[in-house]
Nanobody, 121 residues
Framework: QVQLVESGGGLVQAGGSLRLSCAPS????????MGWYRRAPGKQRELVAA???????NYTDSVKGRFSISRDNAKNTVYLQMNSLKPEDTAVYYC???????????????WGQGTQVTVSS
């Protein structure tokens, strides 16, 4: 069974930086689109950033210019570099990926367990 394992969350002061990482456990054949979502207290989950297998990225407007998504295909890892963090960035951040476990498998969407990011003012 494939699981997405996230790391890098924590507590940081406003203006600080954090880098989130996410990679699948176990063998996989290919990862297509990857992304990061977040859910703030009392709010719906929202897409923060996404990146295709070719490296094309898009961001929600509130993080443009501050966050950067990247991926290392050799390591099957996606990163979210978060700079100039604001208290309103406080949320649980979730990794999401479309994974093909084997060459003959269909692509399946997976979610990570979530990692807490807290930005203090």
């Amino acid at each position: 069974q494939v699981q997405l394992v996230e790391s890098g969350g924590g507590l940081v002061q406003a203006g600080g930086s954090l880098r989130l990482s996410c990679a699948p456990s176990g063998y996989i054949s290919r990862i297509n689109n990857m992304g990061w979502y977040r859910r703030a207290p009392g709010k719906q989950r929202e897409l923060v950033a996404a990146i295709t297998s070719e490296g094309s990225a898009n961001y929600t407007d509130s993080v443009k210019g501050r966050f950067s998504i990247s991926r290392d295909n050799a390591k099957n890892t996606v990163y979210l570099q978060m700079n100039s963090l604001k208290p309103e960035d406080t949320a649980v951040y979730y990794c999401n990926a479309d994974i093909r476990r084997f060459v003959w498998s269909a692509s399946v969407n997976y979610w990570g367990q979530g990692t807490q990011v807290t930005v203090s003012s």
